[in-house]
């Protein structure tokens, strides 16, 4: 197996352990503490934390760490927040999802590195496009990263379906379901009981040892990128100085591309808060606003989840490439902009999320969803510009090297 395939894998299957736990917990968060609106003020600080983290510490971390020990470190917050589970309360998961926070950006930032880098450098060595590679890349982990929501989500099933509960749902409780969900008003037709203490401990458990592979499986098997870089590292010249990597993450925005990109990760959180390829984003986001729920349509519950699934895979692919070749002279500044943009469509997704009702949450994704493809299509042309002007540069200074080659 090629080298640097063998650490794309690495990295993959190190996420698909951290998520499946993370994405599995983080989906059960508003429900199992519901009370007093501590499992939603809980993802809200976790994401406050994320924007504020992606401001200022990926650059930091990546340079003085690695990008292989930035996401040791960083998945270790992940685990503190499991453990914070176990004794459940505003003093323990609020701390632990703030921690969590924080070594969110610089987990991602340094994922994305890691692949641009290891895609370049592959690319290089094989007289690939880079682009090519990095796609490659991001495609193979997101294939494998993906996957963790099915897996999270099915190991709660399994924990929690030891009791399940054969209640019926009145036709007044189906008149508040899909696009007319009012949290206001139909919080009290809802009487669903919570799992047993026992079932969630056996669940918090299995979630913590995953966390702890995933750890151990990154520290021992993962390369540290400076053994793909040690041939650009000489190329560099004098360090750049702390202010500057600082900052680096406002100072990347001077970049009008980057400006007009924005809206895809902030649609992205936005998205991912509402939930968990545009067209059919869109296709869906139409589909739900239309759609009266009954529990007899069993294959639409399935059929949805499975299209919007198939889009944000392609979504999160090309998003992470797209920022990964666009800039990439200054990945970590451009991968914390990506997270940090994204981390504020989670905490307006999470801030508006107990008092609006479903069909306006739909129509914020519907309207961000339209003007992020609009700018996108806007640097897209701004993009292709430059290439006919390279390429017209190069046809015209042709014929004059080829006549001045006839006069000799």
Same mark, same amino acid.
């Given at each position: ?11 993959? $299957? ?70 914070? @589970? $176990? ?15 924080? =070594? ?27 682009? !090519?590679? *990095? @796609?490659?890349?991001?495609?193979? $982990? ?16 399994? *924990?929690? =379906? ?27 037709? @809802? ?14 458990? %299995?979630?913590? %040892? ?16 400076? !053994? ?21 993450? $406002? ?60 889009? !944000? ?23 914390? @902009? ?6 504020? =469509? ?63």
């Amino acid at each position: 197996m090629q080298r640097s395939l063998r650490n794309v894998l690495v990295v993959s $299957f190190g996420f698909l352990l951290l998520f499946t736990a993370f994405g599995g917990l983080q989906n059960l968060q508003s429900s199992l503490y519901s009370e007093d609106g501590m499992g939603v003020a809980t993802l809200s600080s976790l994401y406050g934390a994320v924007l504020l983290s992606s401001m200022l510490l990926p650059p930091i971390l990546i340079k003085q760490c690695g990008c292989k020990w930035t996401i040791v470190g960083s998945m270790c917050c992940y685990v503190a927040f499991s453990l914070g @589970n $176990f004794q459940a309360s505003w003093f323990t998961l609020i701390p632990t999802s703030v921690l969590l926070g924080l =070594g969110a950006a610089p987990l991602w930032s340094a994922q994305c590195t890691y692949l641009t880098v290891l895609g370049t450098w592959h690319a290089e060595k094989t007289g690939q496009l880079g682009k !090519d590679v *990095v @796609n490659q890349y991001f495609g193979i $982990f997101f294939l494998i990263f993906q996957s963790s929501g099915v897996w999270g989500n099915l190991i709660s099933s399994l *924990v929690f =379906g030891q009791t399940p509960t054969g209640e019926s749902v009145s036709e007044e409780q189906l008149e508040s379901c899909g696009a007319r969900d009012c949290l206001m008003v139909s919080a009290a037709l @809802n009487s669903t009981q919570g799992p047993s203490q026992p079932l969630i401990y056996m669940l918090l458990s %299995v979630y913590t %040892v995953s966390g702890v592979l995933a750890i151990l499986l990154i520290a021992i098997f993962l390369e540290p990128l400076e !053994d793909f870089e040690s041939s650009r590292k000489e190329e560099q010249g004098k360090p750049t100085p702390f202010w500057t990597t600082l900052l680096s993450t $406002f100072r990347l925005l001077r970049d009008g591309r980057l400006r007009l990109l924005v809206l895809l990760p902030l649609y992205s959180g936005l998205q991912q808060g509402f939930i968990s390829g545009a067209v059919t984003h869109l296709s869906c986001i139409i589909t739900l606003l239309l759609w009266h729920p009954r529990p007899t349509q069993m294959a639409a519950f399935f059929l949805l989840p499975s299209l919007w699934g198939l889009s !944000d895979a392609v979504w999160q692919t090309q998003n992470n490439a797209l920022y990964g070749v666009l800039f990439e002279k200054k990945k970590e500044a451009a991968f914390a @902009n990506y997270r940090l943009w994204e981390a504020l =469509g989670f905490v307006i997704a999470f801030g508006y999320s107990s008092f609006l009702c479903v069909s306006t949450k739909l129509y914020i994704l519907l309207g961000t969803l339209t003007v992020a493809m609009l700018a996108y299509g806007l640097v897209e042309y701004q993009e292709s510009r430059k290439i006919i002007k390279v390429l017209a540069a190069g046809e015209a200074r042709q014929p004059a090297e080829e006549r001045a080659q006839s006069e000799l």
